[in-house]
């Protein structure tokens, strides 16, 4: 099945001027969904685009309608550009991934009501949330990136102020 027939496998239903992205067909864990859109890179976020690197953004058209979940049952991979299953996923599901998986710092910041257990609560990006919480969940190769880097200032900054 090619990408462009796999992107038709997905609906997007309104509501209350609330959007979702629902499947039209079963997934199994580790199933390539479909592809992320890539043809229009920015280097600024806006509320259509994932992060797909240090100071790059795309626009993902008909995945700006995915919602964030504490609990995800996709997974953005940046580094292969897809969307995948996490889990087995039913037919008629809403799909969902975990924002912070791919934003460092959201342009729009907002409280999660999604109920896990694990909920994070406030949804900001990876920056501000405990390794604890981040270890738990799928990262990009951008955001363990940005993560190094942070620990490194952190633990330079530290040693400076020992001085």
Request: charged share 25%.
């Amino acid at each position: 099945m090619t990408t462009t027939l796999t992107m038709e496998k997905l609906s997007i239903k309104t509501e209350n001027k609330f959007r979702t992205l629902i499947t039209k067909q079963n997934y199994k864990k580790g199933e390539v969904i479909c592809a992320i859109p890539s043809e229009d890179v920015r280097d600024k976020p806006n509320r259509y685009t994932v992060q797909i690197g240090h100071e790059k953004h795309t626009h993902v058209g008909k995945l700006a309608a995915l919602n964030h979940s504490c609990d995800p049952n996709v997974i953005l991979d940046t580094e292969n550009m897809e969307m995948v299953a996490a889990r087995d996923i039913e037919k008629g599901e809403e799909l969902y991934f975990f924002y912070p998986s791919t934003e460092w710092q959201m342009d729009a910041p907002f409280i999660c009501l999604c109920g896990s257990a694990n909920c994070i609560n406030v949804v900001a990006g990876a920056r501000f949330l405990p390794l604890s919480t981040l270890e738990r969940h799928y990262l990009n190769p951008h955001i363990r990136e940005m993560m190094i880097e942070l620990l490194n200032n952190t633990q330079h900054n530290l040693e400076k102020i020992k001085e």
